[in-house]
């Protein structure tokens, strides 16, 4: 159905650069890795109670998976969804490997400022993200382990991590469709393992389109017992007035 | 990697016995060695860390597993703060590995793992919160309650992207020491899970003992 209806809003972010907004439940965000290479680094929080804010072990333990794709839910730390991934072209997201600093990006690709480049400077992960929270009142307190999408981190049986350089491609798509309103803060810095020659710099689109609604059998409401859990503790959540 | 400790428990200048349930608090200067002892086995020591001096840089599980390209930590492991820096660097372990992808229990996450009907059993998350609210001189609330380690813990990835509980590798007398690289708050919560058998379905002291 999200194949051919149009979107309520359509937008791009430029490679290295940070935004955010509110998430309404009941509605799907699309991430589309426009040229390929994409990463986009996310964050999430209950705009009624900050304090509330994506889990990543509570998402990763609850459903026994390392990666991130479709039928997973992404969980708070309040036992409740936050969103569900309803199409995932990739297989594999990251969510455990964090985000660039200014440290780091100066170190692999050397630094670029604004006066020097002007909005094609050198911005790096962490300081988006603390930008971006600001303006919700939030700040390094609240930062937590963040979600990569389009970036695929693997491991061997020692646990050694390798980024997998050539995950995504153009045209790569992910939908979130949103159970609880949700904060949502982003930023389209390099994945901090990228090892690539140049400042990785892409952009996302990304879109907004109107839910069906969530039945009984939806796949990501019946995708494990923990899940179908997690669902009942956002039903609770809205019956509260 | 197992790695033994040459230093002798008689010579600590601290030590104390931390019941499962309960938590633990205390400031380990740097340049001081810490030591948590699993006393009867198989048990979690759910631990937080923070600079002493500032709460809000504290032990952040994504630097760390970035920084060492590994997702498990043992006998080498350098523990990374929200701010990059070292913090502490494990020294000694005679466990092999620990966890901190799993996070830790709390009221919230036993009623999606196990039932809906466990909110009210006590939890990781409850005992750091009794923590900081018996300490305000900490300054520290929910917002300081981030992801942790959980030392003793086992919890493998695959190479096709799966996460496993496995057994405790954990034994009576075990224990993991790591040398403090500047002045750290340590936060423990001794577990109290009754729901998964990673400790038996009886959770069990730990000692907690430090080198100046």
Redesign the interface.
């Known amino acids: 159905m999200l194949e051919t209806a149009s979107p309520l809003y359509d937008d791009l972010i430029p490679g290295g650069s940070h935004w955010s907004f509110i998430m309404r439940r009941g509605h799907v965000l699309r991430l589309i890795d426009e040229t390929g290479h994409a990463n986009v680094g996310m964050l999430m929080y209950n705009p009624e109670n900050p304090?509330e804010r994506y889990?990543?072990?509570?998402t990763?333990?609850?459903q026994?998976?390392?990666?991130l794709t479709r039928g997973h839910v992404l969980?708070s730390?309040?036992?409740?969804v936050f969103a569900s991934i309803i199409r995932d072209d990739l297989g594999?997201h990251d969510t455990?490997?964090?985000?660039c600093?200014a440290?780091?990006v100066a170190h692999r690709w050397g630094r670029k400022t604004y006066q020097q480049a002007h909005n094609q400077y050198h911005r790096n992960g962490l300081s988006s993200f603390l930008n971006e929270l600001a303006k919700y009142g939030l700040?390094?307190?609240?930062?937590?382990?963040?979600l990569n999408w389009f970036s695929r981190v693997?491991?061997?049986?020692?646990?050694?991590?390798t980024y997998v350089s050539d995950h995504s491609h153009a045209g790569a798509t992910v939908d979130l469709r949103f159970e609880m309103d949700t904060i949502v803060v982003l930023h389209t810095c390099p994945h901090?393992?990228d090892s690539a020659a140049d400042y990785p710099s892409h952009p996302l689109r990304y879109q907004l389109f109107r839910a069906s609604p969530v039945t009984d059998a939806d796949p990501c409401k019946t995708s494990s017992p923990?899940?179908t859990?997690?669902f009942?503790?956002t039903a609770l959540y809205h019956l509260m007035p | 990697m197992i790695k033994e400790s040459a230093l002798n428990p008689e010579t600590a200048s601290f030590r104390e016995t931390v019941p499962a349930g309960e938590y633990f608090l205390k400031v380990v200067q740097a340049g001081e060695t810490l030591r948590i002892l699993d006393l009867e086995g198989n048990q979690a020591a759910d631990t937080l860390f923070y600079n002493a001096h500032n709460p809000t840089e504290r032990y952040s599980v994504t630097d760390t597993l970035r920084a060492q390209g590994n997702v498990y930590l043992t006998a080498g492991s350098r523990l990374m703060s929200s701010e990059n820096n070292v913090m502490l660097e494990i020294t000694a372990d005679t466990c092999g590995r620990h966890d901190t992808l799993g996070g830790a229990c709390a009221a919230e996450s036993n009623t999606t793992r196990y039932a809906l009907e466990k909110k009210c059993m006590h939890a990781c998350r409850d005992s750091w919160l009794v923590a900081v609210t018996e300490h305000e001189e900490l300054g520290m609330t929910k917002r300081d309650i981030t992801h942790n380690i959980n030392f003793f813990m086992n919890v493998p990835v695959t190479a096709d992207g799966g996460l496993t509980f496995a057994d405790g590798i954990s034994d009576a007398g075990k224990y993991v020491e790591m040398e403090a690289r500047m002045d750290v708050l340590v936060m423990i919560s001794n577990c109290p899970q009754l729901n998964n058998p990673c400790n038996g379905w009886n959770p069990t002291p730990i000692e907690v003992l430090v080198w100046s």
Do not use: C, I, Y
């Open positions: 304090l889990n990543m072990p509570d990763l333990k609850n026994h998976t390392f990666k969980l730390d309040m036992g409740r594999w455990v490997s964090g985000t600093n440290e780091l700040g390094k307190k609240d930062l937590t382990a963040n693997k491991t061997d049986d020692a646990g050694n991590m901090p393992l923990e899940a859990r997690a009942a503790n």
